[in-house]
Each structure stands twice: as C-alpha cells, then as structure tokens.
Nanobody, 120 residues
Framework: QLQTSGGGLVQAGGSLRLSCTAS????????MGWYRQAPGKQRELVAS????????NYADSMKDRFTISRDNAGTTVYLQMNTLKPDDTASYYC???????????????WGKGTLVTVSS
C-alpha cells in the first residue's frame, strides 16, 4: 500500500530525500507524513501534510532543516532532509490516512521503515 525509498548513509551536513507512494484501492488520501524511530526510542512525528490543502506540520526540532511536499496526484509524499545530524539516524516510516472507497472509513497505513544513517 505504501512504498518508500530514499534512505541510506550520509555524512553529517549532507542531504537525503525520502519518497513514499500510496497505491491500491484509494478513494481519497487525506494526509501523509513521516515518522521516525531511533533505537531505544519511541516513534516520533517528523512532518505531515494534508493532501487537499497542503497544510504542513513539523516537529519543532526539524522544521528548519526538513521539508515535506506532495505530488500533484496526491499519492506521493517527499521528505527533503538537509543539514543532517547524527541524531537524525533512525528508521523513517511513511504514514498515510486513506479512505479506500466512498463508503469506507478513513484508515491509517504504515510503510516499511527506511533506514537513514548519518555519520559524524
């Protein structure tokens, strides 16, 4: 349902771009976002975006370095990560709130995590 890509190893100060595409039975994608989970820590919100209005929400610690965006079709979301720090090392998970059919309830879906490793 959610296909993610773009993780990898980067040096501190570098950049990476993650992408996540929703597919399958989709009537409407309401919101998409990124969460991350570092070893031994809880999963935390990185950023989210509403598909219709494009309203964004960022974690305070990342809003000056990360940018979330969506494509025109409203099924792909990107996370541009700049000035990466070792503390950004984590598995990054795509999340999407999707209504699969006109009569279905909204549901949250998770993609497989993509590992981002920032070396010092």
């Amino acid at each position: 349902q959610l296909q993610t890509s773009g993780g990898g190893l980067v040096q501190a100060g570098g950049s990476l771009r993650l992408s996540c595409t929703a597919s399958g039975s989709i009537f409407r994608v309401n919101r998409m976002g990124w969460y991350r989970q570092a070893p031994g820590k809880q999963r935390e919100l990185v950023a989210s975006i509403t598909i219709e209005g494009g309203r964004t929400n960022y974690a305070d610690s990342m809003k000056d370095r990360f940018t979330i965006s969506r494509d025109n079709a409203g099924t792909t979301v990107y996370l541009q990560m700049n000035t990466l720090k070792p503390d950004d090392t984590a598995s990054y998970y795509c999340n999407a709130n999707i209504q699969s059919t006109r009569w279905a309830s909204d549901m949250n879906y998770w993609g497989k995590g993509t590992l981002v490793t920032v070396s010092s």
